[in-house]
C-alpha cells in the first residue's frame, strides 16, 4: 500500500528533509516563480503552483556557474579546482514535464563526454515531484511522451486526491526518504480509487494537442526549404526566451575573467537564438534568423531524435506562454511540409 | 475598424504598393495577438484589432526590405517617427494604417486584481470605459484605467500623428495622465541605498535573454555593446552588476528614442520593472531638452545633434 500526506503536514516533511538536503521548492519570492531554497516555513505555492517559470534545470545548470579559480604569477598560470560542492539537492514539486526533461538533459551530459560540474548535482539530488492538476492552456506534456501525473522520471510522485497528497515511491533513493519520514499515514484503497481519479482528470485538462508522427523526416526534408523556414520565422524577434527558459536546453558559454592576475573560469547560459553564437573570426554560419530559428526546431525534433531516439521537449509549453510574439512551437511544428519523395 | 484595415492591407498587396504587411492576428492562446507578417494578400483577411494588439510592430521594420504598410498605433507611429529621424526607415518606404487607441489591456494586472492566471479566465471584454472580466461564469467589471497598460495610462497619442490611412475617429490623449507606474512612485520614495537595493534584488533576477533590447524599436544597433568582445563592456554572465551595467548603458543608448512604449517592461519573462527606468529617462530628456521622442518627423534626433546654447563651458 502506498503512503499517504496531509497538506498540511507538508511543512513539516520538508523541514525533516531539510536536516539532509538543501530543500528546493516553488517560491515567487525572488519575483519571478522559480525553484528556490526552502525558507523552512511557507508552503503557499501548493496554492499558486502551476509550473515554475525558471525551469528547475537551474539548479544543476545554473544561469552562470564558476567552473574555477586560477592565478597568474612568475611561473605561469595555477589552477585551483573547484571545491566540491557535495551539496545534496532536494527539488520538492518537480512536474513530470520538467522531471522528463532532466533526464532528457542527462542523455547529453552524461554522454561521451561526462559533464562533472552537471554530473556530480544531479546525482547527488533527489526529486519529488508533485502531478499537476491544472494544466496550462500552453501545455502539451500529453502529446510529448509524459502526461501530468507521470512519475516515470522523478523518486517520489505525490498525487493530488484532495486534503492528501497519495505518495507514490517510484526509486530506491524515494523509498528511503519516505521510510524516514514521520507524520505519513497508509493510503486507504479509496485513496487509490481517488488518485486513479484524480490522475484522470489531469489528463483530460491537456487539450493542446501535437502530433508529431514522421517529424523526423518531415525537418529532415525540409532543411532547405528557406521560404517556410523564413515564412516561420519572420516573427521572431532573436530574444532568448524560448531556449535559455527551456527545460531541455543546456547550451553554455565560457568565460573567463582576470583582474589583477587573478581571476576564474565560468559558463553561463547560451542560446542558439542569438547571432553571437555562432560567430566565428571568418563568418557567421547563421546569421540569418531563418537559420537561427530552424536550428532551434531541429535540435529538438530532428537532430536529438537522431541522437538519443527521444524528442527534446516535454510539452511544458513554457516557450509558448513566455514569448513576446507568441511564437508557437506546436503551430510550427504541425505546419513543417510533408515533402513527396523525390519531388523537388 | 477591423474590416476596413482588411480592405485596405487587401488592395494595398493586390495594387501592388507595398511588398509586405505587418499587423496583428489571432493569437494561439486565449486573449492574445501576434504579429501577422506576410505578403500573400489572402491572409489579410487573418488581421484583428482588438483591445489585445500589444505588440510594437515598429520593432520589425529595420529588418524589412520593401515598401511595408504598418498597422500603427499612437505609440508605434511614434517609434516609426523615431526611426525616420534617425534614417533608420524611409517615409516613402511605408503605409501607415493608423489605428485610434484606447489603450491595451494588461493581463497581468488582470490575473493580479482576480487571483487568476489569464487562461483561466472565460472571458474578457471592454465598453467604452467599463472592462468586464469573467471567470467560473462570474462577471466582474472594472474601470479601464485598472487594467490598462501603465504606458497606456500615460499615453500622450492615442491617435498616431503620422499616417497614410486613418482606421478609425481620432482619439484625444486622457485629460488625466497618469505617468508613473506604481513602481515609479514606489522607487521616489525610497532612499538611494534602498533604491540600490532594490535594484540588486530586481536586475539579480536577469538572465540576459535580450528580449528588453530586441523588442525594442529604438535598439536597432547592428550589433550591440554587449556583443563587443574587444573591448568587452560587460561580462555575458548574468550577475546582478553586469545586468546592471547593461540596462544603464541600453537605457542612455534610447534616451531621446525611447517613446515609452512599455514593451521591454511587459516582456521581461522575470518581471523586471524596466519601465521604471526607460520612463524616468524619458522625463528627464523632456525636462532637459523638451524633446519628447517621435513626436516630429521633421525634427533632428535629439542625440545626434546639439544647439550652442546648449553648449557646456568645457565645449564653448
Not at chain 1, 545554473?62 to 595555477?78: A, I, L, T, V
Not at chain 1, 542569438?274 to 535540435?299: A, D, G, I
Not at chain 2, 485596405?8 to 496583428?24: H, M, N, P, T, V
Amino acid at each position: 500500500m502506498s503512503k499517504k500526506v496531509n497538506k498540511k503536514d507538508i511543512a513539516q516533511l520538508l523541514k525533516e528533509w531539510s536536516q539532509q538536503f538543501n530543500v528546493l521548492a516553488p517560491s515567487r519570492a525572488s519575483g519571478v516563480a522559480e525553484m528556490t531554497e526552502w525558507d523552512g516555513k511557507d508552503t503557499s505555492f501548493l496554492e499558486w503552483y502551476r509550473n515554475t517559470v525558471v525551469p528547475p534545470k537551474a539548479s544543476f545548470l545554473p544561469p552562470m556557474e564558476e567552473m574555477f579559480r586560477f592565478r597568474k604569477d612568475e611561473e605561469g598560470y595555477r589552477i585551483e579546482p573547484p571545491s566540491k560542492n557535495g551539496q545534496k539537492q532536494l527539488l520538492f514539486g518537480v512536474r513530470p514535464c520538467d522531471a522528463r526533461a532532466m533526464a532528457i538533459v542527462d542523455m547529453t551530459f552524461e554522454d561521451a563526454y561526462k559533464d562533472p560540474y552537471y554530473l556530480e548535482k544531479r546525482r547527488n539530488a533527489v526529486l519529488v515531484g508533485m502531478g499537476c492538476t491544472n494544466p496550462c492552456e500552453s501545455c502539451f506534456c500529453t502529446s510529448m511522451g509524459t502526461t501530468p501525473t507521470d512519475s516515470t522520471n522523478v523518486d517520489l510522485m505525490l498525487i493530488d486526491i484532495g486534503d492528501y497528497f497519495l505518495i507514490e515511491e517510484v526509486t530506491a533513493k524515494g523509498k528511503e526518504l519516505l521510510a524516514k519520514a514521520s507524520g505519513l499515514k497508509e493510503a486507504t484503497k479509496s485513496d487509490e480509487a481517488e488518485a486513479e481519479k484524480s490522475k484522470e482528470t489531469s489528463y483530460n485538462k491537456v487539450t493542446r494537442k501535437l502530433d508529431t508522427t514522421g517529424i523526423k523526416d518531415r525537418l529532415l526534408e525540409s532543411f532547405d526549404d528557406e521560404e517556410f523556414w523564413t515564412k516561420t520565422a519572420a516573427k521572431c524577434i532573436s530574444c532568448g526566451i524560448c531556449t535559455l527558459l527551456c527545460p531541455t536546453c543546456y547550451c553554455f558559454d565560457i568565460n573567463d575573467e582576470m583582474v589583477k592576475g587573478e581571476g576564474a573560469r565560468f559558463r553561463n547560459w547560451d542560446s542558439c537564438g542569438f547571432p553571437l553564437y555562432t560567430k566565428m573570426p571568418m563568418e557567421n554560419p547563421r546569421s540569418e534568423k531563418w537559420r537561427r530559428v530552424r536550428q532551434k526546431v531541429c535540435h529538438k525534433y530532428e537532430f536529438y531524435p537522431m541522437a538519443f531516439d527521444v524528442i527534446a521537449c516535454t510539452g511544458c509549453g513554457r516557450c509558448i506562454r513566455l514569448c513576446p510574439v507568441n511564437w508557437d512551437i506546436t503551430q510550427v511544428i504541425e505546419s513543417v511540409p510533408q515533402k513527396v519523395k523525390g519531388a523537388k | 475598424m477591423e474590416q476596413k484595415l482588411r480592405q485596405e492591407a487587401k488592395a494595398l498587396l493586390e495594387q501592388k504598393k507595398i511588398d509586405w504587411i505587418i499587423g496583428f492576428e489571432a493569437g494561439s492562446l486565449k486573449f492574445t495577438t501576434t504579429p501577422l507578417i506576410t505578403k500573400d494578400a489572402a491572409d489579410t483577411e487573418r488581421l484583428v484589432i482588438n483591445p489585445f494588439i500589444t505588440n510594437n510592430l515598429a520593432s520589425f521594420l529595420t529588418e524589412m526590405k520593401g515598401r511595408v504598410a504598418i498597422v500603427a498605433k499612437g505609440c508605434e507611429s511614434r517609434s516609426i517617427v523615431s526611426l525616420i529621424q534617425d534614417n533608420k526607415v524611409a517615409r516613402e518606404d511605408l503605409v501607415i494604417l493608423g489605428v485610434p487607441c484606447p489603450g491595451i489591456i494588461d493581463l497581468a494586472k488582470i490575473e493580479r486584481l482576480v487571483g487568476k492566471e489569464r487562461d483561466e479566465l472565460d472571458d474578457i471584454s471592454r465598453d467604452g470605459d467599463k472592462v468586464s472580466v469573467k471567470v467560473n461564469g462570474k462577471k466582474k467589471d472594472f474601470t479601464a484605467s485598472d487594467v490598462l497598460f501603465d504606458h497606456c495610462l500615460a499615453c500622450e497619442l492615442p491617435t498616431p500623428q503620422e499616417y497614410d490611412i486613418l482606421l478609425g475617429e481620432e482619439r484625444k490623449p486622457s485629460p488625466e495622465l497618469k505617468v508613473s507606474g506604481q513602481n515609479i512612485a514606489a522607487l521616489k520614495e525610497l532612499t538611494s541605498t534602498e533604491r540600490w537595493a532594490s535594484w540588486e534584488k530586481e536586475l539579480s533576477r536577469c538572465i540576459r535573454c535580450y528580449a528588453c533590447r530586441n523588442v525594442c524599436p529604438a535598439c536597432f544597433c547592428q550589433r550591440c555593446f554587449v556583443e563587443e568582445t574587444e573591448p568587452q563592456w560587460v561580462m555575458p554572465m548574468p550577475r546582478w552588476q553586469d545586468n546592471l551595467i547593461f540596462q544603464i548603458i541600453r537605457n542612455i543608448h534610447v534616451a531621446g528614442r525611447c517613446t515609452d512604449c512599455g514593451e521591454c517592461e511587459r516582456v521581461c519573462p522575470v518581471n523586471i520593472p524596466l519601465r521604471s527606468l526607460t520612463r524616468e529617462m524619458y522625463d528627464i530628456v523632456d525636462e532637459l531638452f523638451k524633446f519628447k521622442s517621435g513626436m516630429d518627423k521633421d525634427a533632428l534626433p535629439l542625440m545626434v545633434h546639439y544647439e550652442q546654447e546648449e553648449a557646456e563651458d568645457l565645449f564653448r
